[in-house]
């Protein structure tokens, strides 16, 4: 396969939609009831796609290893999203950190699965977080990254990364400059 397609791979919560902030740690929504898409959202995924971006969320939901969620309720929040956004698929890591699975990020694995079935070049793809798991997952895969920051109480992602307000900001800067972002 042809390797030459450019991906923007996002982070789901605290990039798509709103994290609900616990003691200033970042959690997922429990429920559809509880999901707020983020302002300017839907717009970058339109201009994402009006310049012929692949557009993939990798998410990592380890509530779900740990039974505070199950696979369904992830995937019905997952099609909400991807409905309302134009998304085009979802990878879901559903472990924790105990497993010591390939796909949890910071590890690539996800990033690796989304490029080989999408015929992606990572090395002209861009990634779009807000935790340090998210862009060094990216560093690991190759991609130039954007960095949303949040200031949660936690490691700060180390450099290269490009710090935005959102995905919006991310986006007008890749469109603007491609590669060169």
Not at 54 to 75: F, L, M, R, Y
Not at 130 to 159: L, V
């Amino acid at each position: 396969m042809v390797r030459n397609q450019q991906a923007v791979f996002l982070d789901r919560d605290g990039v798509i939609n709103k994290a609900l902030k616990i003691n200033g740690i970042p959690h997922p929504p429990n429920s559809l009831d509880e999901v707020e898409i983020l302002a300017g959202v839907i717009e970058a995924v339109q201009e994402l796609r009006r310049h012929e971006y692949s557009i993939v969320v990798v998410t990592n939901q380890p509530d779900i290893a740990n039974g505070k969620t199950t696979i369904e309720a992830v995937n019905k929040i997952n099609e909400y999203l991807k409905e309302q956004t134009g998304i085009q698929d979802f990878f879901v890591c559903p472990h924790n950190d105990l497993s010591n699975c390939k796909c949890r990020k910071p590890k690539p694995g996800m990033l690796l699965e989304a490029a080989s079935r999408f015929g992606v070049d990572l090395k002209k793809s861009f990634l779009v977080g807000d935790r340090w798991r998210d862009i060094e997952a990216g560093q690991n895969a190759g991609c130039k990254n954007f960095y949303i920051n949040y200031q949660y109480n936690e490691k700060s992602p180390k450099p290269p990364f490009i710090e935005v307000s959102s995905l919006l900001e991310a986006t007008r800067m890749i469109v603007k400059g491609g590669q060169n972002a």
